[in-house]
Nanobody, 115 residues
């Protein structure tokens, strides 16, 4: 069983930065793809960024050049560095671990971008 625990959310002004972290339990972290999703009120959950076990990354067009996903297999942790934040980035951000047919989710962390 895998458990994912996100941290690092909060309130930030437009143009500011935040770094989200997601710590995972279990032994499959290093061989799994990891991703960050977000869900704003009244909207569907959407993929923000993904990183494969080999380190390849992809991003939603809306965050390219502003967000960076990274992973530390020694710490079983995936990060999302967010810069130049905009009000439209406001959402609950969820960590996801994808291994074979299994998908695991964290509980989510709120990010609010507002002046």
């Amino acid at each position: 069983q895998v458990q994912l625990v996100e941290s690092g959310g909060g309130l930030v002004q437009p143009g500011g930065s935040l770094r989200l972290s997601c710590a995972a339990s279990g032994s499959i972290f290093s061989i799994s793809a990891l991703a960050w999703y977000r869900q704003a009120p009244g909207k569907q959950r959407e993929l923000v960024a993904r990183i494969t076990s080999g380190g390849s990354t992809n991003y939603a067009d809306s965050v390219k050049g502003r967000f960076t996903i990274s992973r530390d297999n020694a710490k079983n942790t995936v990060y999302l560095q967010m810069s130049s934040l905009k009000p439209e980035d406001t959402a609950v951000y969820y960590c996801n671990l994808d291994y074979l047919l299994y998908k695991y989710w964290g509980q989510g962390t709120q990010v609010t971008v507002s002046s």
